[in-house]
């Protein structure tokens, strides 16, 4: 399974950004699939999963700002990013892992700054 995110960037503070992931490989409905982030100097943190009927799950810093989204048939996964903030940037990684974590993928990543 190969991941690709686009959509990262610059914006500025109250801005929108929508990050994408592609992913190859078949069987893309067995995977969760996920964004995680990481700023300088600090861990990996959760942003968003959505499991393969819809359910999702978000961290307490992004609830009602971030929306994610995925569509099947299309292998992607999607991450709505409204009102964002300064402390939203860092690199976006997509993700996809089975629901023990017996397998899991990592996409590059994507740079998201937030600043005026």
């Known amino acids: 399974v190969q991941l690709v995110e686009s959509g990262g960037g610059l914006v500025q503070p109250g801005g929108s950004l929508r990050l994408s992931c592609a992913s190859s490989?078949?069987?893309?409905?067995?995977?969760?699939m996920g964004w995680y982030r990481q700023a300088p100097g600090k861990q990996r943190d959760l942003v968003a999963t959505?499991?393969?009927?819809?359910?999702?799950n978000y961290a307490d810093s992004v609830k009602g700002r971030f929306t994610i989204s995925r569509d099947n048939a299309k292998n992607t996964v999607y991450l709505q990013m409204n009102g964002l903030k300064p402390e939203d940037t860092a690199v976006y990684y997509c993700?996809?892992?089975?629901?023990?974590?017996?397998?899991?993928?990592w996409g590059q990543g994507t740079q998201v700054t937030v600043s005026s």
């Open positions: 993700n996809a892992h089975t629901v023990t974590w017996t397998a899991y993928y």
């Open positions: 490989g078949s069987r893309f409905t067995i995977y969760v």
């Open positions: 959505i499991g393969s009927g819809g359910s999702t």
